[in-house]
């Protein structure tokens, strides 16, 4: 499947999720808010009697079996989610597989003739970078305790990296503190649940990512 249409598909189960986990809330809040039968249990009112209603009793038993097929749909779609997820990054990589062997064929005739010349360039342009020992060019140090930063912004530990995935591939490892990625940070990553959602809707893109290592 190409890259572009791995990406789509996850795009669209991902809209498929937002609208769940939305009609999900909201029945949660219809029966769970005051007045609300609840999630299980007898149909009863506030003071203890069965209801009478039989319209309302109706609409409970509505509402809680479409919401335990919601729950049970929701994890099928999150498996299909994670599913895509790595189709995608499958189909990005071999993008970028092929591209590299377009490049090596016209570059493999120019070695040869370009290598004297950008060795000298090379050479000079080295030494006209770095500067002179002793210069009276101010630097800057900044002094870090990190232990204030990872308790102040540290909000997650990577536990695991799974050789060739994606965090191994953008740097991650074991032991690595996360301050941020993206717009998450310690503030709204709810319960890390705002990690999986930045990535899954930003797959493809560039992301801003902190750590204390």
Do not use: W
Not at 112 to 129: A, F, I
Not at 185 to 211: E, P, Y
């Amino acid at each position: 499947m190409a890259a572009s249409e791995s990406r789509s598909r996850a795009l669209a189960l991902l809209q498929q999720k937002d609208a769940m986990e939305q009609e999900i809330e909201e029945l949660e809040k219809k029966l769970l808010g005051p007045g609300g039968a609840g999630l299980y249990g007898g149909l009863i009112d506030d003071e203890g009697f069965p209801i009478a209603d039989v319209d309302k009793i109706i609409d409970i038993r509505s509402s809680r079996n479409r919401l335990a097929m919601l729950k049970n749909d929701h994890e099928t779609l999150m498996r299909d989610i994670e599913a895509s997820i790595f189709q995608v990054f499958k189909a990005g990589e071999e993008t970028e597989e092929e591209e590299k062997e377009k490049e090596k064929a016209p570059q493999s005739d120019l070695s040869t003739s370009s290598s004297s010349s950008s060795s000298s360039s090379s050479s000079s342009s080295s030494s006209s970078e770095s500067a002179p020992v002793g210069s009276s060019q101010a630097i800057e140090v900044e002094i870090v305790d990190f232990q204030a930063l990872i308790e102040e912004k540290g909000f997650c530990r990577v536990n695991q990296v799974s050789a060739e995935g994606p965090a191994s591939k953008c740097g991650l490892i074991e032991g690595d503190i996360i301050l941020s990625l993206g717009p998450v940070n310690k503030s709204n990553h709810r319960k890390l649940l705002a990690i999986r959602d930045t990535v899954m809707r930003n797959i493809g893109k560039a992301l801003a990512l902190q750590v204390v290592r």
